[in-house]
């Protein structure tokens, strides 16, 4: 089996994120998706994430409906700064006979290079960049170099979402835009802390 690991601060988690789970699945790239909330994203630590119940909520209710999808909490209970090299040795070793895929956007993927042990990381998974089409990428030359050929490019269909732009939009202007799945979205909403 190929199990791909999607990680990221998901503060909140949201339509993009769904359709990179949707469409990866349908193209039979991976066979399950865990995906991994961030304790503390390393080059985020000036910028905590929402709330931990918040966003396990979020992204339950975004992910309850896709079967080979599961949300995983082993950063989160191993908190501190979470580093993508620790999370693979513990599914390289619950999980010996399968694949490892590590699911990153292009953006991330940019500053691949500057990741801590990235060595381990090649050494456990292929990486799975996804692209938003007709969307240029930032420069990835360094990543590129350094990955070789344990890269997996996937041109997806998604619409252009920013997390920081949900937090700082109102529930009226939320309810407009087709951003959060609808059952994240009543999550979303019944936190009127999130969005005053």
Not at 94 to 110: E, K
Not at 165 to 192: D, F, G, N, Y
Request: aromatic share 10%.
């Amino acid at each position: 089996m190929i199990i791909g690991l999607f990680g990221g601060s998901f503060s909140p988690v949201h339509w993009g994120h769904y359709q990179i789970a949707v469409q990866l699945l349908a193209a039979k790239a991976v066979d399950r998706i865990e995906v991994i909330p961030a304790y503390l994203n390393p080059f985020k630590q000036d910028q905590p994430p929402l709330p931990e119940p918040l966003r396990l909520a979020m992204l339950a209710a975004t992910f309850k409906e896709l079967g080979p999808v599961g949300i995983n909490r082993i950063e989160l209970e191993r908190a501190g700064l979470s580093y993508s090299y620790e999370t693979l040795e513990a599914f390289a070793q619950a999980y010996p006979d399968d694949r490892l895929y590590l699911i990153l956007g292009a953006d991330t993927f940019a500053f691949f290079h500057q990741w801590k042990r990235t060595d381990r990381i090649l050494e456990l998974a292929r990486l799975l960049v996804v692209n938003r089409r007709a969307s240029l990428p930032p420069d990835l030359t360094r990543s590129k170099a350094l990955v070789g050929d344990k890269l997996l490019w996937m041109d997806l269909d998604l619409p252009q979402v920013s997390s920081t732009e949900i937090r700082s939009m109102s529930a009226e202007e939320l309810k407009t835009k087709p951003w959060l799945h609808p059952k994240a979205l009543e999550v979303w909403l019944q936190q009127p802390s999130t969005h005053k």
